[in-house]
């Protein structure tokens, strides 16, 4: 069963990136504060709580770019769930009305836990109320606790909600479980802590059109800064989200470096069923519904379309029953 839709989007989401030049029309929100990478359930609780807490308020969301574990660590291996664009899609659909997208630099990095209460909070986005998750740090060195965080609440005027963790069939909801998960070739135990399938989304890229020789055209993405999934092929729902192709489609897809044809970037491949046109440039979201099989080298380009055939229909049969 596909998991739930996220709620009907606003018609905008404004999005502010520096807490020191707000707008008086830009403050005064109540809102959920994480790094919020997949935007998963317990992120999603999170952000309900925030709703409810001043339902008078407009809706925010408190986030970081570049994610903090990237701008203090920039050569460790991928590890996002989502870049920035796909995840501003999704608080969107969540119906958020104010991202907060601060620009995460020394200054910010800098700032005591008192100084990110009074500086970031309270004087520069002017925020109401706050809610944040249990296990949430703050300030130089994650020095910060919620009991401190309270206090400055208290002292600062803007009201402070601690969000007891999610847990799900498959135990505590972390982006780290959902890494597991998907490192394991286990797009639906992701999609149960997510709330949502596991998406990809980027912009469709020039390839070598390999798959249009072996009659299967594809729409290439990168997946550069991202977690890769286990290598191999899904079935996967498709929406195209802009051009004159924007849509929903079923279709099949490969992640990985393409060993049939040397050594090559990982990247993910998706043939689109029943489709025809040209999709480079446009916009587009691959979620991962299913793990078919492992990425594999094979004798021939017959032994390959064979099984590209049979991964297709495959997939299909699966996407049907959804």
């Known amino acids: 069963m596909q998991p739930p839709s996220a709620a009907a989007s606003p ?23 994480g790094n919020f990478d997949g935007v998963h359930s317990g992120h999603q609780a999170v952000i309900q709580i925030a709703r409810e807490a001043m339902p008078e308020a407009p809706l925010g969301v408190v986030t970081f770019e570049p994610h903090p574990r990237e701008y203090f660590a ?14 501003a899609t999704r608080l969107r659909k969540l119906g958020v009305d104010v991202l907060y997208e601060l620009n995460f630099n020394t200054q910010l990095a800098e700032l005591t836990p008192e100084g990110f209460a009074a500086n970031v909070i309270s004087n520069g986005l002017g925020l109401r109320h706050v ?15 919620v009991d401190d965080l309270k206090i400055f609440g208290e002292r600062m005027g803007f009201g402070v909600t601690v969000a007891e963790l999610i847990t799900s069939a498959s135990g505590a909801v972390s982006s780290t479980a ?20 596991h998406r990809i989304e980027g912009a469709v890229i020039g390839g070598e059109q390999r798959g249009r020789e072996l009659g299967y055209p594809t729409a290439n993405m990168s997946i550069d800064g991202l977690h890769p999934p286990k290598f191999g092929v899904y079935a996967v729902l498709v929406d195209v989200l802009d051009g004159p192709h924007a ?27 029943d489709f025809t046109g040209d999709l480079y440039g446009a916009t587009v979201s691959v979620a991962l519904v299913d793990f078919l099989r492992p990425e594999l080298k094979f004798d021939s380009l017959d032994a390959l379309i064979t099984q590209m055939d049979a991964d297709c229909a495959e997939a299909r049969a699966i996407l049907s029953a959804l």
């Open 74 to 87: 920039p050569d460790a291996p991928p590890f996002r769930l989502m870049n920035a664009t796909a995840r």
């Open 11 to 33: 018609l905008r989401m404004k999005i502010v990136r520096d807490y020191q030049f707000v707008s008086e029309g830009d403050k005064g929100a109540t809102v959920a504060i």
């Open 178 to 197: 959902i890494r597991t998960a998907l490192s394991e070739g286990a797009p639906r135990r992701a999609a149960e802590m997510l709330g949502h399938w």
């Open 247 to 273: 849509g929903s489609y079923h279709g099949a897809s490969s992640i990985g470096v393409r060993p049939m044809f040397g050594e090559n970037r990982a990247n993910l491949e998706t043939f689109l069923f």
């Open 131 to 145: 809610v944040v998750g249990e296990d949430f740090c703050f300030g130089k060195g994650r020095t910060g606790n």
